[in-house]
């Protein structure tokens, strides 16, 4: 893990040649610029806070961080990529969509699209019974006393 | 409104005949449901496990601010003293002294003090290590990976290690004189 | 001693539930065998008037030892009033400030309004544990004396699940998070502990003063919010009871459990609907981050229940009038009533990381046992009785109320899968992978909002759909007016925003809003036309008079309307809010959208309640004129320890300007931080919350007339009818 971290690092210290010339004219990082980058991750210590919001004494450090590192030309990627390898991957607001962490993605679309398809099974299913049924016969003289089924029809009336 | 009387014959049809998919269905359902509870369940354990206090000490590899590399399980023979800290908790600054002032009295007795930088920048942590002098190891927690082997609630907590590499003893919360002198005496003693 | 005899009471209120339980099921044993005989022989058809007399006199058949029922109900209704005693003991104890009793001094304090030290009540663990247990309890009793008479063979089960579920919670009261331990020190080793009876060789021990509720508990949305939900959450107990008594009985594939529990589970429904309101608002005004909801998991706890109440209540009208969908009503009133057990099991357990979680206690593994038997007992008891639920299932058309009403049904339990899946992902990932994740508010927005649109949008034009099947050129004719109305809306605010908010998905969500607004709004004109040209009334008596000839229907619309109101508010907050942040000294200001704030001069003085305020003062202006000054401020609660941030809002209909002072500069306190958002739309979703309340009470009232639902419960013939299908 460690060496990821040094490659990483090496990387984004690569990049900084590219970036500090896109940054030079931005000048210095805005509160909104770090509220921009905050936003995205969460506070690594309190209990499921977004670090843009959080007031902790820890949170205004690393937003401190996330301007210094804004400051010396840091992409917002760069900046998330590098709490995720110093304090982890809960950091991240949004889960990756790739690796373990799809399976929060997807399994709901999965389930809502299978949840139609069975849905329209079970309409296509109880229409055909209905057609049948249609053509069978259906009341049997005798099933319910016509004064009952008179008073249902009103009834039905009366609420629908 | 005729449709109020319905076939009669056509619901008992179905009742007779056994539909494995809803079977099946209901396998799934209980699988289901089982799972969740087990999954509440190891929650439920995991919310109630205090850090961890015996057994052999999770390994870990920590790089260390000034850039050395060090392994836990590397260390045997000597008595490790593993303490977890951030610069923003102020407990941890009332044990700061304590622990510097210990370690510089055992350094040369084969006791070897670890200073494991929780969630915290590494500016502010430096800063820290400046104000109080310390000088014993010390280095972050990459993705809080050791602070996750030993299970840690809060900080300061503090895992002492035996030469066997055995965890022996742990402390939530702040030192004061002379817990620390009496736990490394005391393990300092075995052989 | 006082706290003494409030734990006495819990004792015997314990054995009484237990009894209850046991003595209603013992009453009932082997009843439901002779019943089904019974029923089959009571085949001639009784009129209203001689529904009592048919009970009554099926009741001795059917209850082998009526008078254990009869037990069994009294000790329910003196385990109400044991706890109600527990309660005032508790609420005497805040009142009073005896900080001799352990909960008492963690939650009530010296500088706490009496008002404020009666709410600590469900301020901590132990007390909103007793809350809870004593809302349960309630509804057990209303249930016991409103329907004694009309659900009798019903009722020993009910009494059974109720109690048996009572008798959990106030165990975890008893045994677990006592709220009458008391404070005792030990003049040895200068200890103290929290213990019930004095232990040996201590002596009193009574704090000069208490913790305090949590300043950030201390907002009105944060005191109407926890009963409220209690009451949701609890209610849905009855609803839940009645389903599996009727399983238990095998009359779940009548209607009676159904037309007996809509109330309460509307009831309930309304207050969880309260509670989430009231919750939004105090995180709106209390957290400090501009928002109302963070997809926290115990907020999503409490938004999974309504969400499949929401789905009951809607499909249970298709068991009331088309006879189907019976399992699938079971099913829905089961994980209802799982969910908002599910979400007290998360809530008090600590199992998963969250914002409101309660201080971790010890009582995870009985809850959990209790969290088990309810599943997994439910769900086997239903397939045990899958075969009892028969019913035709019919659809002349696609294109039929029945159809709209599943799909909505489709549409609830895939935003609540979601919610739960994205709720415990954290656990799973950390169980398999032994990663810690977060699963924060842009998962649940991606993957729930395009539900939440089709929903809007199914909101609007299913009530159009007639049952059984729509004319698809009624439909059109309908829908006309009002889809050329959303058109129209949608255009002239694109044309007004487009330079400034190029956001084709906001204009989307717009045009949807706008679109179930408009056709729920032409129904009403509908109905009210036909009104006025048969009876020839003018336009308000018509609506009036439509709307309480149909309460059910027009307050359902009422609701769909407030739901709307809702959507646009989440739309404009979704896409068009606006923030900054900055520095500035005395004098300065920091701009926003039109806005612009100027910072005047901060301020430090000592507070009521124990705090110490920093306030700034800051001017407003919109498009360079004065609007106000604002005065967020920061609230030091000095025995918590705790800051608070309290916004300063300037609220209009169309914009929230809401300023946080985020930090100042302690020396000459020239220079101040602020934080500035501009949350358009915000007050359309409080305003569409109010409507919405207001259209479940409409909605609620017409079952309330006992004298109209006493036509429904024509319960031989309608049983008749249904059993003639199951014959």
Known sequence: ?160 | METVTQTPTSAADERVRPNPWMRAGRWIAFLLVAGLIALLAWGVVKANNGPVNSGLAPDFTLTTFDGRVITLSQLRGQVVVVNFWASWCVPCRQEADYLERTWRQYQDRGVVFIGVNWVDTDKEARVFLDEFGITYINGPDLGTRIAQAYRIRGIPETFFVDKAGQLRAMKIGPFAPPELENRIDELLKEQ | MLYDLGYFALVIAFALALYAACAAVFGAAGASHLHLQQAQAQVQVSSPAHADTYHDGALGARTKRPQFVESARNAALVVFLLLTLCVLIIIYGLAMLDFNVAYVADVSSRAMSPFLRVTALWGGQQGSLLFWAWMMSGFAAAVMIRKWRRDRELMPYVIFVTMGTLAFFIGLSLFITDPFARLWHNPLTDEIITALWQPRGMMVFTPQDGQGLNPLLRHFGMIGHPPTTYVGFTGFVIPFAFAIAALITGKAGGDEWIRTTRRWTLVAWLFLSIGLVLGGRWAYDVLGWGGYWGWDPIENAMLMPWLTGTAFLHSMMIQEKRGMLKVWNIVLIILTYSLSIFGTFITRTGVVGSVHAFSKSAMGPSFLIFVAVTFLGSLALMFKRLDTLKSDHELDSLLSRESAFLLQNLLFLGITFAVFWGTIFPMISELVTGTKITVGPPFFKQVTGPLFAALVLLMGIGPLFAWRKQATAKLGKSLLIPFAGSVIVTLIAAFAHWPRHPFPLALFGLWLVSLAALTTLFEFWRGARARMQSQGENFFAALGHLMWRNRRRYGGYIIHLGMAMMALGVVGDEFFKAETQGTVGVGESLAVENYTLRFDSLRQYPGSDGRDIVEASASLYRDGEFVMTLKPRRDFFVTQQQPVTVPAVYSTPGADVYVLLVGWEDIGRSASTFKIYVNPLINWVWAGGITFIIGTLIAAWSSLDDKRAASYVIRPVVGRAASLSEV
Not at chain 1, 12 to 18: K, L, Q
Not at chain 1, 73 to 88: H, L, M, N
Not at chain 1, 129 to 146: L, S
Request: hydrophobic share 45%; charged share 25%.
């Open chain 1, 1 to 160: 893990m460690t060496r990821k971290l040094i490659l990483s690092l090496l990387a984004i210290a690569a990049s900084f040649m590219v970036v500090a010339v896109v940054y030079a004219q931005s000048g210095y990082p805005t509160d909104d610029d770090v509220n921009r980058v905050a936003k995205q991750l969460y506070c690594p210590v309190c209990p499921n806070t977004p670090l843009d919001v959080c007031e902790t004494k820890a949170c205004q450090d690393w937003r401190a961080d996330i301007k210094d590192k804004l400051a010396v030309g840091w992409t917002d990627e760069q900046v998330i990529e590098y709490f995720v390898q110093r304090y982890g991957e809960r950091v991240l607001a949004e889960p990756r969509r790739s690796g373990f962490t799809s399976f929060v993605w997807f399994l709901p679309v999965v389930s809502v699209a299978i949840g139609l398809v069975v849905l329209a099974q079970i309409l296509r299913g109880w229409k055909a019974k209905h057609r049948a049924a249609v053509a069978a016969p259906t009341a049997q003289a005798g099933d319910i006393p016509p004064e009952v089924l008179q008073r249902l029809e009103k009834e039905l009336k009366k609420i629908s």
